[in-house]
């Protein structure tokens, strides 16, 4: 683990926070396809909501929230229970250390504690790169052990650019005939 960097589930106060963290990639980014930065009130409410099913941690370095990953549903129904979707974002002076990888690694623990199987990761992709977006996420979930199974074409439009979409999937367990139940992180 990057020294000095400890975790903890994210709670609601963290909101404010999180969002300065997030907004960046909201504004300078193709990263994420949303327009308009959560208020804060919007961001409590995901923490909350996705805490009912799975985790939401921060990575806290000195004090200070440097980052957050958070786990959530790949697809509603319930044959969808042992797939999920992940999601880190890293305060921008701290891309590049470790940070993200361990907190990867810290969700992926918690996830095979409620007997998740496949990690599924959505990342916007250009081929090439530029102003907005380049392939470090592609990059880094590949060296997370994770690989391309999907590939949308132009799918997301922002800053004036056809973004595609690619998934990226880990397997973190075995796929038996009976798997064990999925244990919601609020049962943990």
Not at 32 to 47: D, G, H, K, M, Q
Not at 60 to 77: L, T, V, W
Not at 127 to 145: C, I, K, N, T
Request: proline content about 3%; charged content about 20%.
């Amino acid at each position: 683990m990057e020294q000095n960097l400890a975790f903890r589930t994210a709670e609601e106060t963290d909101a404010q926070e999180l969002a300065a963290i997030y907004a960046p990639y909201v504004t300078d980014t193709a990263i994420t396809f949303e327009y308009t930065v959560p208020a804060v009130e919007e961001f409590a409410s995901r923490i909350r909501h996705t805490l009912q099913r799975y985790p939401y941690l921060v990575a806290i370095r000195d004090g200070q929230i440097c980052g957050f990953a958070y786990a959530s549903a790949f697809k509603g129904r319930a044959a969808y229970d042992w797939a999920v979707e992940t999601t880190v974002y890293l305060r921008q002076s701290s891309r590049g250390g470790g940070v993200g990888k361990a907190l990867y690694m810290e969700l992926e623990g918690m996830l095979k504690r409620q007997n998740v199987l496949n990690l599924n990761a959505c990342i916007a992709y250009l081929r090439g790169s530029d102003a907005h977006l380049d392939d470090a996420s592609v990059h880094f979930h590949s060296r997370l052990g994770y690989s391309k199974v999907a590939h949308f074409t132009k799918c997301g439009y922002k800053f004036g650019t056809w973004y595609d979409m690619i998934w990226m999937e880990k397997i973190i367990g075995e796929h038996t005939a009976a798997p064990k139940p999925f244990i919601p992180f609020a049962e943990l």
